[in-house]
Structure formats: structure tokens, C-alpha cells
């Protein structure tokens, strides 16, 4: 398994660093989305459509959304402080997502408890991968068109290193629970190797980019803010696979599962990401 998830690393990563750094942010949406459209395709399954004719109509759905955005979405149009026309409804857009966050928290501790709100009707959950799918989408997009390819690179190995702390260092030294209802191998002591790995790249990437000291801070906070948001993604996911009964999202990735199972970490982890660094306008 281990080779498997290594192999596939080698492979995607290379492809992955030369679209961030080499590629406009229009043919970064195109390359981002082929992402989305997998990854609703497996949203389907886990919603409960499992034919093929329906799993094919949601991530048509989603498709055509993306293209609708692609098409006619500006980004340079984009104004950040002023919170006007495209702007606007970037900013909303961010906005919905993180609050939708805060919810996803309260049914992912309220699960835990023995409470469950997670709702069973697929149309409910299809609706929910909208809100799950689409704002990372958005916030990566603005990333890398107002921030530059390298940022998207950083929050990409950011989330990396988070999880790859957590699994190796879970995985040698995890004695407690993190949330045994919902995902039994997750501990707290993965928890603090994700925020020890991912606290050492922070800080490498502030002082090379020569921040000052006020920066650092709010950077560093930003980061751990980021990798906490990371982990709910992570758990959330697990929750649905697990009413969905199902281990993994999908099969396309070898020893990796399916795209969801990749990228679930980054669908709470970008939008929380992007909107605070926009609120803090030009601090960074």
C-alpha cells in the first residue's frame, strides 16, 4: 500500500508543481476542475446514487457549473477591498463556504456524541456537494490569479506535510482517539505530528519570503487555522463514507482511493484559507 501511495506521488506531484508554476490561472480552472469532476462523481456514490446514469447526471451538473464559471467569470475583475462586482460574489462565495464549515463541525462533534444530523436523502447530500466541491474550486482559482502559482504550491505542500505528519507520526506513537465514532485510526497524537510537520513548513516559507515579525505571526496563525480546517475535511468525509457504508471514495488513485479521499483535506482547508488571507488584506 505504502509503495502504491508512493508511486502515485511521483507521478501526480511533478505534473502538479509544473501546472501551478508554468500554466495561466485559466488553464490552471480547466486542469483544476478535471479534479472537481471526479471528485463529484464520487460524491454521488457516497450520496447513494449508485447507477451510472444517475452519478453521471450530478457530475454532469457539476460540470456545467464549472464551465458556466471558466467562460464568463473574470477574474481579474476581482477586487478584493472594495467587495464590489465579481468580487462580490467571490467573496460570498467564500463566505457561505466557511460558515458551511462551521456547521459541518457542529454534526462532526455532534456525531461523536451519539447524535447524528448527517442527513440521509441523497438530494440533500448532492446539494451539500456543491457547497463541498465548488468554493475550493473558487478559492484556489483566486489564489493563484492574485496571489501566483507559488501560494497555491504552498497551501498544496502545506496540507501535505499535515497529513503525512499525522499518518507517520499516528501511525508509530496514536494511543488516544481523535474520533473513534467516526474514523478509529485517527488519534491526537497524529493531530499534533500534522501541526508539528506543518508548523516547520510554515516557517520555512515565512522567512523565505522574508516576512516580518507581525506577518509571521498572523501567517503562522493563519496556518494552523488552515490545518485544523484540514482535519475537519478529513473527518467529514470519513462520516459520510462511513453512513454510506464504504471505505474509500473511489478506486482511480492506487493506494490512495479515490480523488475525495485525496482532496478532502483541501475542500475546508482552501476556502478558509484564501478568505483570511483577503481579509487581511495587504498584510501578505
Given at each position: 500500500?505504502?509503495?502504491?501511495?508512493?508511486?502515485?506521488?511521483?507521478i501526480?506531484?511533478?505534473?502538479?508543481?509544473?501546472?501551478?508554476?508554468?500554466?495561466?490561472?485559466q488553464?490552471?480552472?480547466?486542469?483544476?476542475?478535471?479534479?472537481?469532476?471526479?471528485?463529484?462523481?464520487?460524491?454521488?456514490?457516497?450520496?447513494?446514487?449508485?447507477?451510472?446514469?444517475?452519478?453521471?447526471?450530478?457530475?454532469?451538473?457539476?460540470?456545467?457549473?464549472?464551465?458556466?464559471?471558466?467562460?464568463?467569470?473574470?477574474?481579474?475583475?476581482?477586487?478584493?477591498?472594495?467587495?464590489?462586482?465579481?468580487?462580490?460574489?467571490?467573496?460570498?462565495?467564500?463566505?457561505?463556504?466557511c460558515?458551511?464549515?462551521?456547521?459541518?463541525?457542529?454534526?462532526?462533534?455532534?456525531?461523536?456524541?451519539?447524535?447524528?444530523?448527517?442527513?440521509?436523502s441523497?438530494?440533500?447530500?448532492?446539494?451539500?456537494?456543491?457547497?463541498?466541491?465548488?468554493?475550493?474550486?473558487?478559492?484556489?482559482?483566486?489564489?493563484?490569479?492574485?496571489?501566483?502559482?507559488?501560494?497555491?504550491?504552498f497551501?498544496?505542500?502545506?496540507?501535505w506535510?499535515?497529513?503525512?505528519?499525522?499518518?507517520?507520526?499516528?501511525?508509530?506513537?496514536?494511543?488516544t482517539k481523535?474520533?473513534?465514532?467516526i474514523?478509529?485510526?485517527?488519534t491526537?497524537e497524529?493531530?499534533?505530528?500534522?501541526?508539528?510537520?506543518?508548523?516547520?513548513?510554515?516557517?520555512?516559507?515565512?522567512?523565505?519570503?522574508?516576512?516580518?515579525?507581525?506577518?509571521?505571526?498572523?501567517?503562522?496563525?493563519?496556518?494552523?487555522?488552515?490545518?485544523?480546517?484540514?482535519?475537519?475535511?478529513?473527518?467529514?468525509?470519513?462520516?459520510?463514507?462511513?453512513?454510506?457504508?464504504?471505505?474509500?471514495?473511489?478506486?482511480?488513485?492506487?493506494?490512495?482511493?479515490?480523488?475525495?479521499?485525496?482532496?478532502?483535506?483541501?475542500?475546508?482547508?482552501?476556502?478558509?484559507?484564501v478568505?483570511?488571507l483577503?481579509?487581511?488584506?495587504?498584510?501578505?
Amino acid at each position: 500500500m505504502l509503495k502504491q501511495r508512493l508511486l502515485t506521488a511521483i507521478i501526480l506531484i511533478p505534473l502538479i508543481v509544473w501546472v501551478l508554476l508554468s500554466l495561466s490561472s485559466q488553464t490552471f480552472a480547466w486542469f483544476l476542475s478535471i479534479f472537481v469532476i471526479l471528485g463529484a462523481y464520487e460524491w454521488a456514490g457516497i450520496c447513494g446514487w449508485h447507477s451510472k446514469m444517475a452519478r453521471s447526471l450530478y457530475t454532469i451538473t457539476i460540470s456545467l457549473v464549472l464551465l458556466m464559471g471558466i467562460l464568463n467569470w473574470e477574474l481579474g475583475n476581482f477586487v478584493p477591498a472594495k467587495f464590489i462586482g465579481n468580487g462580490f460574489w467571490l467573496m460570498t462565495i467564500l463566505i457561505v463556504a466557511c460558515l458551511w464549515w462551521l456547521l459541518a463541525l457542529f454534526w462532526v462533534l455532534r456525531y461523536q456524541q451519539g447524535h447524528s444530523f448527517i442527513p440521509v436523502s441523497p438530494f440533500i447530500k448532492g446539494l451539500l456537494g456543491f457547497l463541498i466541491l465548488l468554493p475550493p474550486w473558487v478559492a484556489l482559482l483566486i489564489l493563484h490569479e492574485h496571489f501566483g502559482g507559488p501560494w497555491v504550491l504552498f497551501l498544496l505542500v502545506l496540507i501535505w506535510a499535515a497529513d503525512s505528519g499525522a499518518y507517520f507520526i499516528g501511525k508509530r506513537w496514536g494511543k488516544t482517539k481523535l474520533a473513534e465514532k467516526i474514523s478509529p485510526g485517527k488519534t491526537y497524537e497524529g493531530v499534533a505530528g500534522a501541526l508539528l510537520t506543518s508548523f516547520v513548513v510554515s516557517l520555512i516559507y515565512a522567512l523565505f519570503q522574508s516576512m516580518s515579525l507581525m506577518t509571521l505571526l498572523f501567517f503562522m496563525l493563519l496556518c494552523l487555522l488552515t490545518v485544523m480546517a484540514s482535519i475537519l475535511g478529513d473527518l467529514l468525509e470519513s462520516l459520510f463514507k462511513r453512513q454510506a457504508g464504504i471505505k474509500d471514495s473511489g478506486k482511480i488513485l492506487p493506494g490512495h482511493g479515490g480523488v475525495l479521499d485525496r482532496i478532502d483535506s483541501l475542500t475546508s482547508a482552501a476556502p478558509i484559507f484564501v478568505l483570511c488571507l483577503l481579509l487581511l488584506g495587504n498584510l501578505f
